[in-house]
C-alpha cells in the first residue's frame, strides 16, 4: 500500500503498464511503442490517416450499401491497436505509407505468440517474401483477406494494403459484413470478433472507439455560464497540451518532474498532469485546490461512486481510484464537461483532450466546488 500511495502522490495514469497484447505483437510484430498507454483523442492521429478513415465511412455504402453506422472512430480503434495509425511511417499525400508495415512471419516460430503456420498466399505480393504469410498494412491485413475485401480508395485503380485510403476503405468493408448494423453493440462487437476472435481484442478496440467517439463530440457548452463556464472554457483551451508528469500549476503548464513508476519523466516537458491542470482551471475563478487527485476529493461537496456518473454536472471533478470507495487510493483527476464527457490529462505521451468518463478505470464519484 506504501507503493500504491507514492505512485498516487502525484496525479498519473492507470497502471496498465508499457507491455502490449500478445495478440497485437502477432498481428504487427510491433515493439513496445505505448499500446494503450497513449493517445485518445483525434490529436494523436497523423491528420492524413484520419483523412483516410473519414473516407472510408464516405465510400464504403458503394460496396456494402445495406452497412449501417460505420464511423471513422470504428476505424481508428482498429489502426491503433493495428498500427498506432502508422505513426512513425511517412504518408504520401495520394496514402502510400513508407517503409512498408509488415507483421512478424507466422511460421509458428514462437515470435510475436505466434504458433501457427500460415501458408504462403500471394508469392509475396503484398507481404513481401514467399515463404510464408504476414499481415501487412495499417489494418494488418492478411494478404488472403486482403485479396476478397481490398479496394481502391484513392482512385488510382490499385488496392495496395499499404495505402492509407485503400486500408481503411477495406477495413471498414470487412467490418461491414454483409451489411450490419454498427450502432447495435452486439453487432458491432461481432465485426470486431471478425477481425480478431479475442475477447480482450473487443475490450480495448472498444476501448478506443469510445474514447474517439468522445474526442469527436461537440461539448455543448452553449447554455452554460458563470463559474462553470469559465473553468471549462480555460480548460477546453489547454487541449493539446502535452501530458508532463508532476508538470501545471495554478499559473498555467509548467516542466514537471521525474518519474512515473514506468520511468516516465515530465522534467522536460512543459504541460499538465491531471491535478495541474485542475488547478489552473478552478484558479481561473479564484479557488486553490490542493496539488494532488486525492488530496482534491476532500475538496468541495463529494459525489460518491454509488450515485453513478449521471450526478455529474458540469464543471464537477471526476476521480478514478484503485480502491473506489477508499479516496486514499485515488489516482486519476479529470474535469466533467457533460453528456459522459470529461476534459482529460490522461497519461505521459498523450495531450489534454476530451474522454469519456469511461476511458480510465476505477470510478470513485465526483466533487462539486461550484
Given at each position: 500500500m506504501?507503493?500504491?500511495?507514492?505512485?498516487?502522490?502525484?496525479?498519473?495514469?492507470?497502471?496498465?503498464?508499457?507491455?502490449i497484447s500478445a495478440y497485437v505483437a502477432l498481428k504487427t510484430g510491433a515493439?513496445?511503442?505505448?499500446g494503450i498507454a497513449e493517445g485518445g483523442s483525434a490529436s494523436d492521429i497523423p491528420p492524413r490517416m484520419l483523412t483516410a478513415y473519414k473516407k472510408a465511412v464516405q465510400q464504403v455504402g458503394k460496396y456494402v450499401p445495406k452497412c449501417q453506422g460505420m464511423r471513422w472512430p470504428i476505424l481508428a480503434g482498429i489502426a491503433k491497436v493495428e498500427s498506432n495509425h502508422a505513426i512513425g511511417h511517412n504518408i504520401a499525400a495520394g496514402g502510400d505509407i513508407r517503409p512498408k508495415i509488415y507483421g512478424v512471419l507466422l511460421n509458428g516460430s514462437g515470435q510475436g505468440g505466434n504458433t501457427t503456420v500460415v501458408p504462403n498466399s500471394d508469392g509475396g505480393k503484398w507481404d513481401g517474401t514467399a515463404t510464408g504469410e504476414r499481415a501487412v498494412g495499417p489494418f494488418q491485413f492478411l494478404p488472403s483477406t486482403w485479396e476478397s475485401v481490398g479496394k481502391d480508395g484513392n482512385g488510382d485503380h490499385v488496392a495496395d494494403p499499404h495505402n492509407a485510403d485503400d486500408a481503411a476503405l477495406g477495413a471498414a468493408v470487412y467490418l461491414c459484413g454483409g451489411g450490419?448494423?454498427?450502432?447495435?453493440?452486439?453487432?458491432?462487437?461481432?465485426?470486431?470478433?471478425?477481425?480478431?476472435?479475442?475477447?480482450?481484442?473487443?475490450?480495448?478496440?472498444?476501448?478506443?472507439?469510445?474514447?474517439?467517439?468522445?474526442?469527436?463530440?461537440?461539448?455543448?457548452?452553449k447554455n452554460l455560464s458563470g463559474k462553470a463556464r469559465t473553468v471549462l472554457d480555460a480548460a477546453l483551451s489547454q487541449r493539446g497540451v502535452p501530458y508532463s508528469w508532476g508538470g501545471g500549476n495554478a499559473s498555467g503548464p509548467s516542466y514537471g518532474s521525474c518519474c512515473t513508476r514506468s520511468g516516465k519523466s515530465?522534467?522536460?516537458?512543459?504541460?499538465?498532469?491531471?491535478?495541474?491542470l485542475t488547478s489552473y482551471v478552478y484558479a481561473k475563478v479564484g479557488m486553490q485546490l490542493p496539488r494532488t487527485a486525492a488530496e482534491q476529493a476532500g475538496v468541495g461537496q463529494r459525489l460518491p461512486a454509488s450515485l453513478g456518473a449521471g450526478a455529474l454536472k458540469p464543471g464537477d471533478l471526476v476521480f478514478f481510484a484503485y480502491a473506489p470507495g477508499?479516496?486514499?487510493?485515488?489516482?486519476?483527476?479529470?474535469?466533467?464537461?457533460?453528456?459522459?464527457?470529461?476534459?482529460?490529462?490522461?497519461?505521459?505521451?498523450?495531450?489534454?483532450?476530451?474522454?469519456?468518463?469511461?476511458?480510465?478505470?476505477?470510478f470513485a464519484g465526483g466533487a462539486r466546488l461550484l
Open positions: 506504501v507503493a500504491l500511495l507514492m505512485f498516487a502522490a502525484v496525479c498519473c495514469a492507470a497502471p496498465v503498464g508499457n507491455a515493439q513496445d511503442d505505448g450490419r448494423d454498427l450502432t447495435e453493440s452486439s453487432q458491432l462487437r461481432a465485426a470486431i470478433l471478425q477481425y480478431n476472435h479475442s475477447s480482450e481484442y473487443v475490450a480495448e478496440v472498444t476501448g478506443w472507439i469510445d474514447q474517439y467517439t468522445a474526442a469527436a463530440k461537440d461539448p455543448g457548452l515530465g522534467a522536460s516537458i512543459r504541460g499538465f498532469d491531471c491535478s495541474g477508499h479516496d486514499s487510493t485515488i489516482y486519476h483527476v479529470g474535469i466533467y464537461v457533460g453528456s459522459g464527457q470529461m476534459i482529460n490529462a490522461a497519461r505521459p505521451g498523450t495531450v489534454v483532450r476530451l474522454d469519456s468518463v469511461g476511458a480510465m478505470s476505477g
